[in-house]
């Protein structure tokens, strides 16, 4: 049986997790969304993934969100049971320990888009839209959306894009920090191995603190978040890879990080 989600290594310490599902423009099914937790729990296990590019497969849709054929079938309680699981998952790909890059290589809405807010980092294609358009469907966004989105862009853009179901195109989402970068669609994907690339040459141990001492520390006030960044910041000075930074700078070399 052909797996929906597959996790690949692309160059040392760098993995695809794509969304396989391009006739149904990687929609987030009930199955796909147990494979995609699978994979989650797979990557947080392994110690040889320091950075991860979420995609799509095809060119067309990065993700179109809910499986609307599969939900179409489905009573009060069931949609909101696979509403919850839709969340539950996005929640499950923001706790991913190390850096993760949302490659947006074709149209985001809906659950799509809240499953790239989810990342780290937004890369877009220049050809494709994004968009939460739930009030379309006379629905609200119920996976992060209304949350997440304000949080990045501002409560009156994130409002400005709700109310009015709009999609935006990439040079839009680029000035609204919606995504940090936009990159010609046959150039996207070689830019994002890049930057990954980029993440996962730096200390390991480092790159997980220092992710979560942004995250923890934008939740709550500024002397807590210090607090938080000098606990993270402990974590790594009885490090080996500290100390093999400290040696490669004096000789001018790059360093071998271990992650240890």
């Not at 995504?179 to 830019?191: I, K, R, S």
């Not at 992710?211 to 939740?219: F, Q, R, T, V």
Request: charged share 25%; aromatic share 4%; with cysteine.
């Amino acid at each position: 049986m052909q797996e929906v989600v597959t996790l690949e290594e692309l160059e040392p310490y760098v993995f695809s997790l794509k969304l396989n599902r391009p006739d149904a423009a990687n929609a987030l099914s009930l199955s796909l969304l147990n494979e995609l937790q699978e994979k989650v729990e797979e990557i947080n296990r392994r110690s040889d993934i320091r950075a991860v590019l979420l995609t799509g497969e095809g060119s067309k849709a990065f993700c179109a969100g809910a499986d609307l054929k599969e939900r179409a079938g489905m009573g009060e309680e069931e949609v909101l049971a696979a509403v919850k699981k839709i969340g539950d998952t996005i929640c499950m790909v923001e706790s991913i320990s190390v850096p993760t890059v949302a490659v947006i290589n074709g149209v985001a809405f809906g659950g799509g888009l809240e499953l790239a807010l989810a990342c780290d980092l937004r890369m877009m294609s220049t050809s494709t839209k994004v968009g939460l358009t739930e009030t379309s469907l006379a629905i609200i966004p119920g996976a992060g959306g209304t949350q997440r989105l304000s949080r990045l862009i501002g409560k009156g853009q994130a409002k400005a894009m709700i109310f009015t179901a709009r999609p935006v195109e990439a040079q839009r989402a680029l000035t609204l920090g919606l995504v940090e970068y936009v990159y010609e669609p046959q150039f996207l994907m070689e830019e994002a191995k890049d930057l990954a690339a980029c993440i996962a040459r730096n200390g390991p141990v480092a790159m997980k603190q220092a992710k979560l001492a942004i995250d923890k520390g934008m939740e709550t006030d500024l002397e807590k978040g210090l607090e938080i960044e000098r606990s993270c910041y402990e974590q790594t000075i009885p490090t080996s890879d500290r100390l093999e930074g400290l040696q490669a700078f004096k000789e001018k070399r790059k360093p071998d990080y271990k992650g240890e």
